[in-house]
């Protein structure tokens, strides 16, 4: 058992929360039992080393079981150097550390995708973490980092992802000009998400939804910038009827991509 906080493979490991050391090792940081059971269940190849508490694998014994079935070896940890190596103050037993895994953007549209969700500059983690648990929860076919969005691999998008990073294609480090190139080409329309916009049900009821769809998401302050709204093929906002003065981004996008993903199964 791994019992000193301080030692030298503890500090490795709680290094790759901050992006120098991610992008000098080609690692990223995995924590919580969910998270470590898609990681196992659907991309075991990337898990370089897992450890866990006594008391975490007893208690999902499925976690243990799956880990053996995929030839990966557990190291037990106490819950000090658990919380010494992991981000957040509650891992919840559970630490890995994983090979990154990024996309190229040619590869996401060379197969043809019907329904593309693409992040510009947006920046916020937890936003860019539930976007891509709502594009794979929408049947998305994959999700698009372009300009200066957060890094895939922060260990908070990781946890707002809640695994569903292990599920779909997720393409980093692509300019914007060149992905609405390929989605064009790759016969879908582009949609921005905008305040400007079109009245979502609006369009919905004239079938605009219903063709294959790149959905553009901007920054969380400022949207998208006037040339990147003009590069889409038409603007669209989720219609607010309460009070309230605007919508998480998060949220928006996840009704957008839904509501295509309704066209496309009616």
Same mark, same amino acid.
């Given at each position: ?115 593309? %969700?693409? !992040? ?5 983690? #937890? ?6 648990? /709502? =594009? @794979?929860? $929408? ?74 769809? %790149?959905? !553009? ?5 400022? #949207? ?6 003009? /590069? =889409? @093929?038409? $603007? ?31």
């Amino acid at each position: 058992m791994l019992e000193n906080p301080r030692s030298p493979r503890v500090r490795a490991v709680a290094k790759l929360a901050k992006k120098p050391a991610r992008q000098e090792s080609g690692l990223f940081l995995l924590e919580g039992p969910q998270a470590v059971a898609e990681a196992l269940t659907y991309r075991p190849q990337l898990l370089v080393e897992l450890y866990a508490t006594p008391t975490a694998l007893e208690r999902y014994t499925d976690i243990g079981q799956t880990a053996v079935d995929a030839g990966v070896d557990v190291e037990f940890v106490t819950e000090e150097v658990l919380e010494s190596m992991a981000d957040t103050v509650t891992p919840q037993g559970f630490v890995a550390v994983c090979h990154q895994f990024p996309t190229a953007a040619k590869d996401v549209f060379a197969a043809e995708p019907k329904l593309v %969700a693409i !992040l510009e500059e947006v920046r916020d983690p #937890g936003n860019a973490g539930t976007i891509i648990r /709502a =594009a @794979d929860a $929408a049947g998305a076919d994959a999700v698009v980092f372009s300009g200066r969005t957060v890094d895939l691999y922060n260990p908070k998008v990781v946890r707002s992802s809640t695994g569903s990073i292990f599920h779909l294609p997720v393409a980093v480090g692509a300019h914007l000009e060149d992905v609405l190139q390929r989605a064009r080409g790759a016969g879908l329309q582009v949609l921005a998400a905008d305040i400007d916009g079109e009245d979502l049900l609006a369009a919905r009821s004239a079938g605009v939804l219903d063709a294959p769809t %790149a959905w !553009l998401f901007g920054n969380e302050a400022r #949207g998208l910038s006037d040339e990147h709204r003009d /590069a =889409a @093929d038409r $603007a669209i906002t989720v219609p607010i009827y309460g009070q309230a003065e605007s919508m998480n981004l998060a949220t928006a996008a996840s009704v957008c991509l839904y509501e295509s993903a309704f066209a496309h199964r009616s």
